[in-house]
Nanobody
């Protein structure tokens, strides 16, 4: 079993920045893609960004393109989400996810493509 633990959430003001981290542990798995999703109250979980295992491919939701950056440190089994210029509409619980299959060059957008999920970390942006 793989465990994903997110950290770094909090309460910030509009225009501020936050960096989320997601540390993977447990059963060693090979080369997964990693993604970030978010869910606001009353809304469905939505894709934010993803990165292939190699880091060569990334994908971003239109709503965060240019403001958020995903990165990873394979040696530490950790993926990061740098969030700049945060807006109230970014308020949500942010979830880290990992694929169960090897994904050297593919960064999936669909939640169904991921088999492991973290417990989530709350990000609240005040206006």
């Amino acid at each position: 079993q793989v465990q994903l633990v997110e950290s770094g959430g909090g309460l910030v003001q509009a225009g501020d920045s936050l960096r989320l981290s997601c540390a993977a542990s447990g059963r060693t798995f090979s080369r997964p893609a990693m993604g970030w999703f978010r869910q606001a109250p009353g809304k469905e979980r939505e894709f934010v960004t993803a990165v292939s295992f190699s880091g060569s491919n990334t994908a971003y939701a239109d709503s965060v393109e240019g403001r958020f950056t995903i990165s990873k440190d394979n040696a530490k089994n950790t993926v990061y989400l740098q969030m700049n210029s945060l807006q109230p509409e970014d308020t949500a619980v942010y979830y880290c996810a990992a694929t169960k299959y090897n994904s050297d060059s593919y960064a999936p957008r669909a939640p169904a493509g991921y088999g492991y999920w973290g417990q989530g970390t709350q990000v609240t942006v005040s206006s």
